[in-house]
Nanobody
């Protein structure tokens, strides 16, 4: 499957941004999906994940209450709504297809297909 991220890329601190990830086929409906990010000079970090039917979600503590992951299986897409963005949210954001169990959804090694990433810059 091919994954392509899109979304506005520059926002001021405190602002909001919505990222989208479009899949090339409907196989993503059979998998949980995740968002990761990598800031300059840092390791890739798990941000959020959502189960196949969308009923369960998971977030890294630093974004809880501010970010919301969702999916539209009919549109073969997942989304990341980011509110109250902070400068430390500056990173390349990636969507990915999960192949491990839901309990392993925060580990990047358990994802087999990745988008090319989209740069998000949060200015202070």
């Amino acid at each position: 499957v091919q994954l392509v991220e899109s979304g506005e890329r520059l926002v001021e601190a405190g602002g909001s941004l919505r990222l989208s990830c479009a899949a090339s086929d409907a196989t993503i409906t059979e998998y949980h999906m995740g968002w990761f990010r990598q800031a300059p000079g840092k390791e890739r970090e798990f941000v959020a994940a959502i189960r196949r039917a969308g009923g369960h979600t998971a977030y890294v503590d630093s974004v809880k209450g501010r970010f919301t992951i969702s999916r539209d299986n009919a549109e073969k897409s997942i989304f990341l709504q980011m509110n109250n963005l902070k400068p430390d949210g500056t990173a390349v954001y990636y969507c990915a297809r999960g192949t491990g169990t839901w309990g392993q959804s925060s580990a990047g090694k358990n994802y087999d297909s990745w988008g090319q990433g989209t740069q998000v810059t949060v200015s202070s």
